[in-house]
């Protein structure tokens, strides 16, 4: 497999300069992602996904805008340059659109008068309690949900997520009681995008807005939109245009059922930054258990765990170490450097381990992840006494470092000994 964003040479001068493990994004992809939703009114960047400040500030340079889920995506917001909303007739630059608030979300929430996109009613009711009177978006569960596992399924009874559709007129009466309006409807309901099933969530949308009266000024599509993993996949890309339609009449039909307009906003993570980024190892051990081939590298499901969590499928290529021609390929299993027998990144979800064609390597090349720039980096953890790897962003030809490799020090730089 390859990848045209980043060249071998350059993976190798990555190597050469910050080590491996480590990140590579490539802006021009990531405005090239923004600019293709640009149909919708509104691009609001879900910043879960990849919340670096480089990369948020080359979101909001390219004309998205963002949501956050916590406190910290918030400050971090606001330091990528983002501003808070002034009055409830601009589009917000952020949006807290989360399941509760904790006490320092809803704190910077007022202080700083964060539009918020409410998904129950005791979220309404606490924002009435801090002494918040604003507009306020909704978040619906429709009572079905949609995902490329059972864990990307953000609607239907099972899930956490949004107010049930039959309480909507609850909490518009909540709202109203304290001074508050509900003034948009966000619906997401997982990742994925089938065409047959986003008809059925376009009608959950224009049922939901009957009950919020005239009052609607903004639907979100919410976001979920898929990138081609696979290498079979890549000439099948989402019809970004076609999505648009089903959900511009959507807005059309309420619109004209509320007499005035309605503006669509659209909410992606994953395709925005995925394909921007690839995870870069080092192939430390080549070894037979029985009959199964393993290559062993320097980054695991601390790094990327989204094969292991999820069963996600990510492109995987080799470059050699020394600009040699590799050997023919072979079925290989690619597992990582953790005390863990699921730190394996061939793996389908439930666990089960598979192989993958990759070309004959040796110890010291390379092996690259592919589209690896969504929820890669920002569910990193430090399972293992593990630090975080460096983020590169590649720039104009350039490469610079948009995140240092955590030191040793820094890893427990917020821990003490106790006095025994």
């Known amino acids: 497999m390859?990848?045209?964003?980043?060249?071998?040479?350059?993976?190798?001068?990555?190597?050469?300069?910050?080590?491996?493990?480590?990140?590579?994004?490539?802006?021009?992809?990531?405005?090239k992602r923004i600019q293709e939703l640009k149909c919708f009114d509104t691009v609001r960047f879900a910043q879960k996904a990849c919340p670096n400040l480089s990369i948020l500030s080359i979101v909001r340079n390219a004309g998205a805008v963002v949501d956050a889920v916590s406190a910290g995506e918030i400050i971090r917001a606001l330091r990528a340059g983002y501003k808070a909303c002034e009055n409830d007739k601009q589009?917000?630059?952020?949006?807290?659109?989360?399941?509760?608030?904790?006490?320092?979300?809803?704190?910077?929430?007022?202080?700083?008068?964060i539009h918020v996109n409410v998904g129950s009613?005791?979220?309404?009711?606490?924002?009435a309690d801090a002494g918040v009177r604003s507009n306020l978006t909704l978040r619906v569960n429709p009572g079905f949900g949609h995902g490329h596992s059972k864990k990307t399924n953000t609607g239907g009874p099972l899930?956490?997520?949004?107010?049930w559709h039959s309480q909507l007129k609850d909490c518009v009466k909540l709202a109203q009681a304290n001074g508050m309006w509900i003034t948009g409807l966000h619906m997401h309901i997982g990742s994925?995008?089938?065409?047959?099933?986003?008809?059925?969530?376009?009608?959950?949308?224009?049922?939901?807005?009957?009950?919020?009266?005239?009052?609607?000024?903004?639907?979100?599509?919410g976001g979920g939109l898929p990138i081609p993993y696979k290498e079979e996949e890549k000439g099948n890309r989402i019809d970004i245009q076609a999505y648009y339609d089903?959900?511009?009449?959507?807005?059309?039909?309420?619109?004209?059922?509320?007499?005035?307009?309605?503006?669509?906003?659209?909410?992606?993570?994953?395709?925005?930054?995925?394909?921007?980024?690839?995870?870069?190892?080092?192939?430390?051990?080549?070894?037979?258990q029985e009959d199964k081939l393993f290559y062993l590298v320097?980054?695991?499901f601390n790094d990327l765990v989204r094969p292991s969590f999820y069963g996600s499928y990510h492109g995987i290529s080799i470059v050699s170490k020394d600009g040699r021609e590799l050997g023919p390929e072979q079925d290989v299993i690619v597992a990582g450097p953790l005390c863990e027998s699921g730190d394996v990144f061939t793996q389908e979800e439930g666990g089960y381990v598979v192989t993958r064609k990759l070309p004959t390597a040796q110890v010291g090349d390379f092996l690259v992840l592919h589209d690896a720039g969504a929820y890669g980096s920002a569910m990193s953890s430090n399972y293992n006494s593990r630090r975080f790897a460096p983020e590169i962003l590649q720039n104009n030809g350039k490469l610079e470092v948009i995140r240092e490799r955590q030191t040793f020090e820094q890893l427990m730089e917020n821990e003490k000994i106790v006095s025994l």
């Open 192 to 221: 994925g995008t089938d065409f047959e099933h986003l008809a059925t969530v376009c009608d959950a949308m224009r049922d939901a807005s009957r009950r919020l009266g005239s009052h609607i000024r903004m639907i979100s599509a």
């Open 298 to 300: 320097d980054a695991g």
């Open 91 to 113: 589009v917000p630059q952020i949006v807290y659109s989360a399941d509760i608030f904790d006490h320092d979300a809803i704190e910077l929430v007022k202080k700083h008068n």
């Open 2 to 31: 390859s990848n045209p964003i980043f060249s071998e040479k350059t993976i190798r001068e990555g190597v050469a300069n910050y080590g491996t493990p480590f990140w590579i994004y490539d802006r021009a992809t990531i405005e």
């Open 159 to 163: 899930s956490k997520h949004g107010v």
């Open 121 to 127: 009613a005791d979220m309404i009711q606490q924002l």
């Open 246 to 288: 089903l959900w511009d009449k959507t807005r059309k039909d309420i619109a004209q059922s509320v007499g005035h307009d309605v503006a669509l906003e659209v909410e992606p993570g994953r395709y925005i930054v995925a394909e921007s980024a690839v995870l870069v190892a080092e192939i430390r051990a080549v070894k037979k």
